[in-house]
């Protein structure tokens, strides 16, 4: 009955519901990273190009949006379009599904806004470049992003490149142990750190190969254990900054934030447009090459997911 009600609210894309007809995987992608993560046009072209890569892969990409009071699964060219280069679209998390879909405008989704609306159109994958997280001086402020509870609750697999060191990576990690959400990492045993490969934290378990994430994520979810996964894989070499540089600007970044006092949801967007200003926007190149890697390692686990072996309920002697 509730599920039937949600369903209402969901409008598939033509190429989505042929790769559902097809038994093609799906990858879901966020929207906000379109709408405030990264400046026109190279917004539109990275999402363009991710898309790609994940059909490449042979998985259908699923990117996800609240356009004409509809959660739309699966975009057009000129719905991205309207995304990337629109300057009023709210930033939807939990807190704000209702408000846009009840009242309308364009909505572009979080990390977390992203996990619901997967999690209701049976998506187990999702793509996106770093998760939200613990604040620095959170202990203050209390700002911790939403993308954290829903990954408590809600069962979808989330595959980035580790969290930006804007946050305190330290009390993210508790945070999501606290939760029990695991974190998996991938090519490296440490979690990332978005602009750099190492953010100095161990990640929970390290799985290199898609089929074992995907049986460790099958056993979880068939063992009743709802809410998310984070999987972690790195920046590639080439791309990544160096950790001293981003360090320093990220501080400066921090430091006007807080003395222009700028709060709530406007603190992502603020650090994300600062840091890229600084960099002369090299961060933007770094960016889009770790977006693109993590479509790659997405679509492979989505593909590893459809075949993943599940435990067989033998009974033992
Ligand atoms: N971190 C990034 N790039 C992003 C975001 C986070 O490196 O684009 C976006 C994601 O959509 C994430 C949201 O879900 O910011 C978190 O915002 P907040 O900290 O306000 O919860
Ligand atoms: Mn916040």
């Not at 981003?246 to 406007?266: C, F, H, P, W, Y």
């Not at 090299?282 to 790659?296: D, G, P, Y």
């Amino acid at each position: 009955m509730v599920a039937d009600l949600a369903h209402a609210w969901l409008a598939f894309s033509t190429a989505v519901t042929a790769a559902k007809a097809a038994g093609r995987p799906l990858v879901a992608l966020e929207s906000s990273i379109i709408a405030h993560g990264m400046p026109y046009p190279e917004n539109i072209r990275t999402a363009r190009e991710v898309e790609s890569l994940i059909r490449a892969a042979g998985a259908e990409p699923a990117t996800i949006a609240l356009i004409g009071r509809r959660i739309r699964i699966g975009l057009s060219d000129d719905e991205l379009e309207l995304l990337g280069r629109s300057d009023h679209v709210h930033k939807v998390s939990r807190r704000d599904l209702p408000a846009v879909l009840a009242g309308g405008g364009l909505g572009a989704t979080t990390v977390a806004g992203t996990m619901i609306c997967a999690a209701l159109a049976g998506i187990e994958v999702f793509v996106t470049g770093g998760i939200g997280g613990v604040h620095r001086g959170a202990q203050q402020t209390f700002d911790i992003s939403a993308d954290l509870q829903e990954l408590a609750t809600t069962s979808v697999a989330v595959v980035c490149a580790g969290a930006k060191s804007i946050l305190d990576i330290g009390l993210t990690l508790e945070y999501l142990e606290t939760h029990g959400v695991p974190v998996l990492s991938c090519e490296q045993d440490n979690f990332a750190a978005f602009y750099t490969r190492d953010s100095g934290y161990r990640a929970d378990f390290r799985l290199d190969d898609a089929a074992g994430q995907a049986r460790f994520i099958r056993t979880k979810w068939d063992l009743g254990l709802k809410g998310g996964v984070v999987l972690s894989t790195p920046v590639p070499e080439a791309a990544a900054m160096p950790s001293e540089e981003v360090d320093a600007l990220i501080q400066q970044a921090l430091n006007e934030a807080t003395a222009q006092g700028i709060t709530g949801k406007a603190v992502t967007p603020f650090l994300l447009a600062r840091i890229k200003a600084l960099t002369g926007g090299r961060s933007l190149a770094t960016n889009i090459a770790l977006v693109k890697h993590n479509a790659e390692v997405g679509a492979r686990l989505a593909l590893a997911l459809a075949h993943a072996e599940r435990g067989k309920g033998e009974v033992l002697p």
